[in-house]
């Protein structure tokens, strides 16, 4: 079955370092994958995604993704984060014709001044 | 500018209450979703319309129900079989066109069972 994991439920980084969020998925097939954020209390926004091509794909805000297949992930980065990056960021595949979208559970970040 | 509403913000559901939230979106979108959101557990599909006058349930459908009688409009009802409704509830949209993936989502319904 499709799944897709989100090891981390919350990093904490400082304001100005560099920031990794680990997304891991399981899919048969090639996988369309995507980055969302999410403010609190708000709906969700789509950083980035991934369909075909190149494997580095650059976002909005700064951010890009990287996809592996040998390791079935697709991880997102920033360079140096800002306090306005402090949010919910969460992974999905899309998956079968109906263009259903599955969710990791999640990675809250944390910005420290 | 196009997007998707939801209302109310806030609501608040007596036991045994059924309690409807509402979901409009002026974006032209044929498909409609809601989601149920749970802290640690991601996005989970409760129903999805893909166009007027149909609707398919989710993984989480039992203990609500939906309508979708015209293209801008998908209310979701929270019935009293709903065991535990306290939850964040997100409606989504999508262009069937030429973004297949291209989902919209509303701001958000934050449910608590008093």
């Known amino acids: 079955a499709q799944s897709v994991t989100q090891p981390d439920i919350h990093i904490t980084v400082s304001e100005g370092a560099s920031l990794e969020l680990r997304c891991n998925y399981s899919?048969?097939?090639?996988?369309?994958l995507f980055w969302y954020v999410q403010s609190p209390g708000q709906g969700l926004q789509l950083l980035l995604k991934?369909?075909?091509?190149d494997t580095l794909v650059q976002g909005i805000k700064g951010f890009e993704a990287e996809f592996k297949r040998s390791q079935s992930s697709f991880n997102l980065r920033k360079p140096s984060v800002h306090w306005s990056d402090a949010a919910e960021y969460f992974c999905?595949?899309?998956?079968?014709?109906?263009?259903?979208?599955?969710w990791g559970a999640g990675t809250k970040l944390i910005i420290k001044p | 500018d196009g997007g998707i509403t939801q209302s109310p913000k806030y609501l608040f559901r007596k036991e045994g209450q059924n309690v409807t939230l509402s979901c409009e979106q002026n974006?032209?979108?044929?498909?409609m979703y809601w989601y149920r959101q749970d802290p640690g557990q991601g996005l989970r599909l409760i129903y999805y319309?893909?166009?007027?006058?149909?609707?398919q349930k989710g993984d989480i459908a039992e203990g609500y129900s939906v309508s979708r009688e015209k293209k801008e409009s998908f209310p979701l009802t929270v019935t009293s079989a709903q065991k535990n409704p306290t939850a964040f509830y997100l409606c989504?949209?999508?262009?069937?066109?030429?973004?297949?993936?291209?989902?919209?989502f509303g701001s958000g319904t934050r449910l608590t069972v008093v």
């Open positions: 989504a949209s999508r262009d069937r066109g030429r973004s297949s993936y291209g989902y919209t």
């Open positions: 974006l032209n979108h044929d498909a």
């Open positions: 319309s893909q166009i007027v006058n149909d609707f």
């Open positions: 899919y048969g097939a090639t996988p369309y």
């Open positions: 991934y369909f075909s091509g």
């Open positions: 999905a595949v899309g998956v079968d014709s109906n263009y259903q979208l599955i």
